[in-house]
């Protein structure tokens, strides 16, 4: 070919594979180049297949037209970092520390049902509307949290009225998300958020049992009666769409995967979000209770994912949507935000969380720190710091600094990076430095064993689990080829 | 296009809505079709006629052959030329009427089935003539072509904004190989011309410059195509990317979906298009021509990643029985009628109803897979 004297290797990431070697780029592709064509690529006289050739020009690993290439791949990734654009869009308010649950895993160590001490006042909720609306960002979410935040009602309606009324002046896309165990809810409250388009995000282990075990009534035994009552009642209210739930995995959830997946389905949610345990609060107390391994995580995620692909095979549409989230990334050039995991972070960037008495924290787990006794992520408080001095100091400079993958030692050259994301303030707990050890964390053994996992499905070519993700992240598809099945 | 001849009557050539009725006015804008001439049909831009002699003071008409009737292009427009032809320039009944604006073109693709020759202004003017009949009419689709429409600029720009301030609810296509919109300025004066109905219809033929550039046979024509559809995205134009497979580029099939996909997610439409083997197509059959049959699995392949996506698409110009199964529901009868057949085989076919057919273009080149399809 004529052209092959002008063609030009561009920057990527690569790793050794058995009959293959993997490669991605910043801007989000990837291609397995066989071993013996990657060494005439690195052997400068090039000669590789034409069909690989024009593949990897299109994907621009390879470039003729340096500039093209440029602009094509610049694209992909201004579109991939997208979410960096607008600026802090969710905020999540602690309207109280006070819970009627003490579950066995809280990591945010929560304070008794009676410590209205804890409870946050209108005075400072009113400061942290007027701080939020100072973001440029055009969406806004707000999200309650605790503690349980129903216990210090007051603030909740107030706040979606407050935030309301300035937004006339605003015009942004305001949404609102009460974070609750539901066994609070009165048919009152559900009517209320209902005619305030609130969407509600609770939790629910699995069956009574497991759900029972960790998720426990400071009076009482159970709350899964409760809670399953309270979603019934919330559901005839505010419809089947308004509330999703997350999942806690503990111990003891790890044989019973089915179980919990069908848990799911009995109680009409459209999916499932398979979170591990994190190392803060009451959790790193009971550690050797609850806890467990990345690799025990990983195989119980794995049992999880098959069997929920084996449900949508058969006509069940069910999505999990941590692979929903990784998918995407993995696919399309579109810009995935997601605070949890992200580069850099989202916390402070993405996501700020106010604590009752008006502090702000990056991120739940730098307010969790404050609550341990080191303020390190403190970025300020309402009552007396505008939003510049909260969201432009050093604290937020430092995070952002610190938490981009392409910078980060044993990350900046890993394969998976440019889907990935970094999570400064659990690398602080647990390592004492918010750029981590990577490899060789918890967190990343995790995340690489499920991109191991994806990306061989990929390879493979695994049809029905392909055609099961791209529904989940592709809504107007026609979903899963039952033919495959 | 459509076209039929006979015997010029007088030199001149004419444009006019065909019309049988004598009341038709203003008489100068339409061509009277009435087998026998009387005095008092004067004043007619032109006539088609069985008659030998035209009314007093009349320039253009020629006399159809007995056995030729053109009573169903009632209504439409036409040309009558000097040499005694008749074009049908806009017929009513037809959804793929076009203005043909230049035989010139700045590619020289290899698959072109309409070999390119120099600019002449006549195009110009009977797309300026066909508007002025369309004014005040109902329409619904429109569509501006070539040879490259978009290099005779200024008259390109005249010509886009008559279609789209005079019919602003018709749909526009505009078919274009994306030499020039890489120029911002240029791209930016057609985007204000449009209208969310405006749609720019690129051809892409590779996923690289090795195969595209290649087929267009033009040094960096995939950067400008880049260029353009990049600008088109950033002025908000409609976009559709047009792939003619050939034996060129059908391996690129697997992979297409996943690379649009990626690089140009703001593409609207995406057309996968067979070839019309006539012009350079023809002359170039044994670099071009494959036999869809032979590509089946690639285009299978590309059918199923682009549906993962969901990405809107559709297949032309490919006879149902030869594309996969998958791939059927993608297929549109796109070959215009007056250049579009079936062949005897066809007729035991249970769903020629809705296969788009053969160009009658295209040599009897055609796949050694064509048979009638059983459901």
């Known amino acids: 070919m004529s052209s092959e004297s002008k063609i030009q290797i561009m920057p990527f990431l690569f790793r050794r594979e058995e009959k293959e070697i993997f490669v991605t780029t910043v801007h989000g592709d990837f291609y397995w180049i066989p071993r013996a064509e990657f060494n005439k690529l690195l052997d400068s006289s090039f000669g590789l297949s034409d069909n690989i050739t024009q593949d990897l020009i299109s994907r621009q690993i390879l470039a003729i037209d340096v500039e093209q290439s440029i602009d094509a791949a610049a694209t992909k990734l201004r579109s991939r970092k997208a979410f960096l654009r607008s600026f802090t869009s969710l905020h999540m308010l ?206 119980f995620y794995k049992k999880c994912l098959e069997y929920i692909i084996s449900l949508n095979a058969s006509g069940t549409v069910f999505t999990e949507y941590y692979t929903a989230l990784l998918f995407k990334r993995i696919m399309t050039s579109q810009s995935t935000g997601f605070v949890d995991l992200q580069s850099p972070s989202g916390a402070g960037i993405s996501g700020a969380i106010y604590d009752y008495n008006g502090d702000v924290y990056p991120a739940d787990e730098g307010r969790m720190l404050a609550r341990m006794g080191d303020e390190r992520f403190k970025m300020g408080n309402v009552a007396k710091d505008s939003f510049k001095q909260i969201f432009t100091g050093q604290i937020i400079g430092e995070i952002v600094e610190n938490s981009c993958l392409e910078t980060i030692p044993g990350c900046s050259d890993c394969v998976y990076s440019p889907y990935c994301g970094a999570d400064p303030i659990r690398n602080y707990l647990e390592y004492g430095t918010i750029i981590g050890r990577n490899p060789g964390s918890n967190f990343c053994k995790k995340n690489m064993l499920i991109f191991d996992y994806l990306f061989n499905k990929i390879k493979e070519n695994d049809n029905l689990f392909l055609d099961t993700l791209w529904s989940w992240i592709v809504p107007n598809t026609e979903g899963v080829a039952h033919e495959n099945v | 296009m459509r076209t039929y001849s006979g015997e010029s009557l007088k030199a001149k050539s004419s444009i006019g809505i065909l019309t049988d009725n004598t009341d038709s006015i203003p008489r100068g804008n339409h061509i009277l079709y ?107 689709h429109m569509c501006i072509t070539g040879g490259e429409p978009t290099i005779i600029k200024d008259n390109f720009l005249e010509i886009i904004a008559r279609c789209t301030t005079e019919h602003p609810d018709a749909s526009l296509q505009i078919l274009t190989n994306g030499q020039t919109l890489n120029e911002f300025e240029f791209a930016k004066r057609c985007a204000e011309l449009s209208t969310p109905k405006t749609c720019y219809c690129v051809s892409m033929h590779g996923d690289t410059p090795l195969t595209h550039d290649l087929i267009v046979r033009r040094d960096n024509a995939f950067s400008k195509v880049h260029s353009s559809l990049y600008n088109l995205s950033k002025l908000n134009v409609g976009i559709e990317v047009r792939f003619v497979v050939s034996k060129l580029n059908y391996t690129r099939l697997p992979g297409l979906a996943e690379f649009f996909f990626r690089t140009y997610p703001f593409v609207h439409h995406f057309a996968i298009m067979g070839l019309e083997m006539t012009g350079c197509a023809a002359k170039n059959v044994d670099e071009v021509w494959i036999d869809p049959m032979d590509y089946r699995e690639e285009l299978d392949r590309f059918v199923l990643e682009a549906e993962r996506r969901a990405i809107n698409f559709s297949i032309y110009n490919h006879q149902l029985c030869v594309i996969p199964e998958r791939a059927r529901k993608h297929a549109k009868r796109s070959i215009s009628d007056w250049k579009c057949k079936h062949i005897p085989v066809c007729d035991k076919c249970m769903i020629q109803g809705e296969c788009g057919g053969f160009f009658t273009t295209s040599n009897n080149l055609i796949s050694k897979g064509i048979q009638p399809v059983c459901l």
């Open chain 2, 34 to 140: 009435k087998d026998n001439l009387s005095l008092s049909d004067f004043g007619f831009r032109g006539y088609v006629t069985k008659d030998n002699k035209l009314p007093l003071l009349s320039k253009s008409g020629l006399k159809l052959p007995d056995e030729l009737d053109l009573s169903h292009h009632i209504g439409d427009i036409v040309k009558i030329s000097e040499d005694g032809q008749i074009h049908v320039l806009w017929e009513n009944s037809c959804s793929q009427n076009a203005f043909y604006l230049t035989d010139a073109c700045n590619v020289n693709c290899i698959m072109c089935p309409q070999p390119q020759k120099p600019h002449d202004k006549i195009h110009i003017d009977t797309a300026r003539s066909v508007l002025d009949l369309l004014v005040g009419q109902k329409v619904e």
């Open chain 1, 94 to 299: 602690v309207t109280t520390l006070r819970c009627n649950q003490r579950c066995e895993y809280c990591q945010v160590s929560c304070a008794d049902n009676d410590a209205v001490q804890f409870d946050m006042s209108i005075e400072i909720a009113e400061k942290i509307v007027n701080t939020i609306f100072q973001s440029p960002s055009p969406s806004i979410k707000i999200e309650f949290q605790g503690g349980e935040p129903t216990l210090n009602w007051e603030i909740i309606p107030f706040v979606i009225e407050y935030a309301e009324n300035l937004n006339l002046k605003f015009k942004k896309n305001v949404e609102f998300v009460v974070c609750t165990n539901l066994t609070a809810m009165t048919k009152e409250k559900f009517e209320y958020l209902h005619s305030h388009n609130v969407f509600v995000s609770t939790s629910l282990d699995g069956p009574k049992d497991i759900h029972d075990l960790c998720r426990k009534q400071r009076i009482g035994h159970t709350s899964y009666d409760l809670f399953v009552q309270n979603l019934e009642l919330g559901r005839s209210i505010m419809g089947l769409d308004k509330i999703d739930a997350l999942m806690t995995t503990s111990k003891q959830s790890l044989s019973r995967f089915k179980e919990i997946i069908d848990e799911y389905v009995r109680l009409g949610f459209h999916g499932i979000f398979l979170r591990s345990l994190n190392p803060y609060g009451f959790a790193a107390e009971q550690a050797e209770a609850l806890g467990y391994s990345s690799e025990d995580f990983f195989e």
